[in-house]
C-alpha cells in the first residue's frame, strides 16, 4: 500500500494518505507533510521528541498533530523523516462528556541545515478534510497553506 500521493490545488499543496490503520494513517501523513518540504531521504535520524496530543475527534487530532510537527519545523527548525503513533480513544472523566483520543508519538530527524526546502508550509488546514474507512484501511485528503 501507498503512503501518499500529492494532489492538485490551487493555491496550497495536497496530499492524499493512506493507511492501514489508523496509527499508520497518521505517520504517513506526517510523512507526507515533510515530503512536501524536503527530500526526506537525506535527512539524518540525530534527535528524537516526543509528542503527546488530545482531542475531541480524530480529524481535529490529525490536523493539531500536523501543525504541531509545523511547529517545530518552523520554530525549532527540524526536519523529520521517521515517525512513531499510537492512537487511543479512552472515555473522559465527567460523565456524560464522552470520548477523548490521544496520540503519543516519537518522531526523528535532524536541524535544518545542509537541507533543500522546496516548499515552506505555515499549517495543515480543515478545508475538505474528511477520515473516510476503506476496505484497505484508511484515507484522507490534506491541505497545506504554503
Not at 526523528?108 to 484497505?136: M, N, V
Amino acid at each position: 500500500m501507498k503512503k501518499f500521493t500529492p494532489i492538485d490545488h490551487t493555491a496550497d499543496l495536497g496530499i492524499e494518505v493512506y493507511g492501514k490503520t489508523l496509527n499508520k494513517l497518521f505517520e504517513n501523513s506526517a510523512c507526507g507533510m515533510f515530503s512536501l518540504i524536503t527530500d526526506i531521504n537525506k535527512v539524518k535520524n540525530s534527535k528524537t521528541v516526543k509528542i503527546k496530543l488530545d482531542s475531541p475527534d480524530t480529524e481535529t487530532l490529525l490536523i493539531t498533530w500536523l501543525n504541531e510537527l509545523q511547529y517545530y519545523y518552523s520554530v525549532q527548525k527540524m526536519l523529520f523523516n521517521k515517525f512513531s503513533v499510537v492512537i487511543v480513544s479512552r472515555m473522559r472523566a465527567c460523565p456524560n462528556s464522552g470520548e477523548a483520543i490521544s496520540l503519543e508519538s516519537e518522531v526523528s530527524g535532524e536541524k535544518i541545515g545542509r537541507h533543500r526546502i522546496f516548499h515552506d508550509i505555515k499549517a495543515a488546514t480543515y478545508h475538505d478534510l474528511r477520515i473516510t474507512r476503506t476496505p484497505d484501511g484508511y484515507k484522507t485528503r490534506i491541505i497545506f497553506d504554503v
